[in-house]
């Protein structure tokens, strides 16, 4: 049993800034990717930033040069740095993690967070 818990959303004014935690705790011998995804109101789930085990990082072109994403593998946490933010960026923060349970196959599985608000407005 593996749980991925977001914390240090919130409403912040344009131009403000958050930083993102995600906690993933339980069964794990690996975290292989971990990714923070959005999902602006009634629209669907979109990715935001990914980063490997090795610290790559990606990002969609509407945060890059604004969020920077980081990790942390002797805690099994993720970050999201978000700054200069903007009203489009309103939305629930999920975090997503690809984790193997066990060292003896390669078998790994997604886990979500259950999510975290965060809110742009003046």
């Known amino acids: 049993q593996v749980q991925l818990v977001e914390s240090g959303g919130g409403l912040v004014q344009p131009g403000g800034y958050l930083r993102l935690s995600c906690v993933a705790s339980g069964s794990i011998f690996n975290i292989n990717v971990m990714s923070w995804y959005r999902q602006p109101p009634g629209k669907e789930r979109e990715l935001v930033a990914a980063i490997t085990s090795g610290g790559g990082g990606n990002y969609a072109d509407s945060v890059k040069g604004r969020f920077t994403i980081s990790r942390d593998n002797t805690k099994n946490t993720a970050y999201l740095q978000m700054n200069s933010l903007k009203p489009e960026d309103t939305g629930v923060y999920y975090c997503?993690?690809?984790?193997?349970?066990?060292?003896?196959?390669?078998?790994?599985?997604?886990?979500w967070g259950q999510g975290t608000q965060v809110t742009v407005s003046s």
């Open positions: 997503h993690a690809l984790i193997s349970s066990s060292p003896h196959d390669g078998a790994k599985t997604g886990y």
